[in-house]
């Protein structure tokens, strides 16, 4: 990619209601859970300001508009409000120990292929990425199934790497302590 290229931006997904979060017991958005001193969201834009890759936030005031807005509709709207971009990485703000060297190896593999999906022993992870030619189809997203029917259209690049953040959610308190006690091992063990 030349350096005039447009660049690929990160989608960071923070629109969700964190639904099985709070079913699991906890009183809070999950985005908003304390971690290491953080909340959960910050460690997610760490990692994506730490890649030095642009950025836009998809937040709850961006879908309000919308009577059931699912992580379709929020991809829908970060794509559009990036339309520009060179690609997309569309990565969900609960994923606290996603490194920044993954969201450039996707990024990277962008460059070969329309669809990169990133793989942890044996698990799809994200951020999922998506060239330009995807922009159409990705802006037309809608419900919560998020971007499945793009990645089943136009197939996708199995990137393989070792960064167990790429798969590590935290969808329920069980989650959110494991998320704790692997921040505390140095990085290297993560």
């Known amino acids: ?3 005039d290229a447009p660049s690929v931006v990160v989608i960071l997904l923070a629109a969700g209601r964190g639904e099985r979060f709070k079913a699991s ?3 809070m958005d999950k985005l908003d859970a304390p971690l290491a ?5 910050d460690h997610v834009l760490r990692s994506v300001q730490a890649s030095g890759l642009p950025w836009h936030i998809v937040e709850r005031e961006h879908t309000q508009h919308l009577a059931q807005a699912g ?3 929020s991809i829908a709207c970060g794509v559009a409000a990036t339309a520009h971009a060179g690609g ?5 703000a609960d994923l606290p120990l996603v490194q920044p060297t993954t969201l450039l190896a996707v990024a990277q593999a962008l460059q070969q292929h329309p669809v990169v999906v990133p793989w942890y022993q044996g698990e799809k992870g994200h951020p999922v990425g998506f ?3 995807c922009g159409v189809a990705l802006q037309a ?3 919560d199934e998020g971007a499945r029917s793009v990645v089943a259209q136009r197939g996708a690049w199995r990137l393989e790497v070792s960064d ?3 798969v590590l959610d935290v969808d329920t308190l069980d989650a959110l302590a494991q998320a704790e006690v692997l921040l505390q091992r140095p990085a290297a063990q993560i």
């Open 71 to 73: 992580m379709g509709d």
């Open 37 to 41: 001193g953080l909340r959960v969201r």
């Open 88 to 92: 997309w990485l569309i990565l969900p």
């Open 1 to 3: 990619m030349s350096s």
């Open 141 to 143: 997203l809608q419900g």
């Open 131 to 133: 060239d330009a030619s």
């Open 164 to 166: 167990r953040g790429a």
């Open 25 to 27: 017991g906890a009183s």
